[in-house]
């Protein structure tokens, strides 16, 4: 091994501790150890190249988040142990029925099949959805609610879209463009407006888009994933027009499974879900393609 | 019942994933390269961390995790930004190192003169924002977060060989920043 060898394939790797056994050897053969045996050079290339990154390190490694900041952080998390502030139903009040992580209870999913199993428009939505012993459904699931939530909670907050236009064709047009489908809810006779749409990537890498609207009384947030395999969570609280409605952490929120099963979407609302059954009755659907 | 199980999921979120939001604010900090950014980025970071939280699992490294979920949070801000990137080579970054030089009718950077001893911390500092996203990147996975290789190419999907190229650049272009400041301050001829 020659210098410029050493120092194109080895340095770096050697300072981090990342070369093979093998490397390792060929490398200390040619640094070598004494003054006249080896590679003076390369070894003080080794050390200048240790020392960089100590400085490095140094530099950019110490920095202590701001006090205030960290507050506003845990004031943030609290708020999430919290849950939405509790809405009343009649005399039951959502957040005591929203705030199980987990899928139960049995009774609402084994109401679940029996309405899957009643309504014919669902056969095969559900063929993943057996649920296990406990009668808890499958993590994919889970995630993609959990998404959709914490999705709702930060727009309500900040929404930065992603399409300049507020118009659902050019929304449309851009999911499209994406290789997302192109079918957007229309909920204008339902008294909402478009906020405006956002196309981003989940940390698996898989796309998301995300379309807010805005009504009187509250937002409403449809999520939308690409997914070749879902399994539907139990627990549905009913059904509209072939979508499915739950209460899930104090929220109201509609899910969707496409026909060929390429799309899921989940539409979320602080609002009660008598008031979002009441929106989808009267929502269309919009597509450029259709 | 349910706000036990609350507790207790916070409590061990505070033990496992909370004392890493110091090295969580540096990252931001060096990658949005804006304080107010930054902030906006570790909130968002540690908040979709916390809901997260069952994907992660215990006894993997948690800094890693979190540092992904930062990352992708980062890139999916600044997404438009990063299609702006052009990527230098280390020799386009020396040329505009050494444009900034005021002696840059030098001949090019003889690695031999360096003297790290003698760098400040702020010439480090700008250096280091000096350096193309990819590289800069990777610097701080490697360097300032003591990610593997490994750990640094599943973060960023991508493959380990490029992780290790970018690494060894990236060091050779903050050796000739370096380099660069330290004869404008008339250490090294």
Known sequence: ?290 | MEDKRGSEKRVLFEREALPHVDALYSAALRLSRNPDDARDLLQETVLRAYRFFHQYTPGTNCRAWLLTILYNNFRNGYRSADREQVSLTPEDFERAVEGLSARGDRAPTDPEALVLEHVLDQEVSAALDGLPAEFRTVLLLVDVQELNYQEAAQLLEIPIGTVKSRVSRGRQMMRVALGAFARRRGLVR
Not at chain 1, 131 to 143: D, H, K, L, M, Q
Request: hydrophobic share 40%.
């Open chain 1, 1 to 290: 091994m020659n210098c410029e060898e050493y120092i194109t394939n080895y340095l770096s790797a050697h300072a981090d501790g990342e070369l093979t056994p093998e490397e390792e050897h060929a490398a200390a053969q040619h640094l070598g150890g004494g003054p006249t045996d080896g590679c003076p050079k390369c070894r003080s290339r080794l050390a200048e190249e240790r020392l960089l990154k100590a400085l490095i390190k140094r530099q950019a490694g110490a920095i202590k988040t701001p006090e205030e900041l960290r507050a506003r952080i845990n004031a943030a998390l609290d708020q999430i142990d919290r849950g939405p502030p509790a809405r009343r139903i009649g005399s039951a009040v959502v957040r005591e029925l929203g705030r199980p992580r987990v899928w139960v209870p049995l009774a609402a999913a084994a109401m679940l099949f029996v309405v899957l199993l009643a309504g014919g428009g669902l056969s095969g939505l559900h063929r993943h959805a057996e649920p296990t012993a406990n009668g808890v459904s499958a993590i994919p699931a889970r995630e993609a609610l959990d998404q959709a939530v914490y999705s709702y909670e930060t727009f309500e907050t900040a929404f930065r879209p992603t399409v300049s236009s507020y118009s659902l064709s050019a929304i449309a047009m851009d999911y499209g463009s994406a290789d997302m489908t192109d079918l957007v809810w229309n909920l204008q006779y339902a008294g909402y407006g478009v906020v405006g749409s956002r196309i981003d990537q989940l940390p698996d890498g898989n796309p998301v888009t995300y379309t807010l609207y805005h009504g009187r009384n509250s937002d409403i947030l449809c999520t939308r994933y690409k997914a070749s395999d879902f399994a539907v969570p139990p627990g549905a609280v009913g059904e509209i027009h072939g979508h499915l409605l739950y209460e899930y952490e104090g929220y109201s929120l509609c899910v969707t499974v496409s026909e060929k099963g390429h799309f899921i979407c989940v539409l979320t609302t602080s609002e009660p879900m008598d008031r979002l059954r009441h929106d989808i009755s009267l929502a269309r659907a919009f597509s450029i393609v259709r």
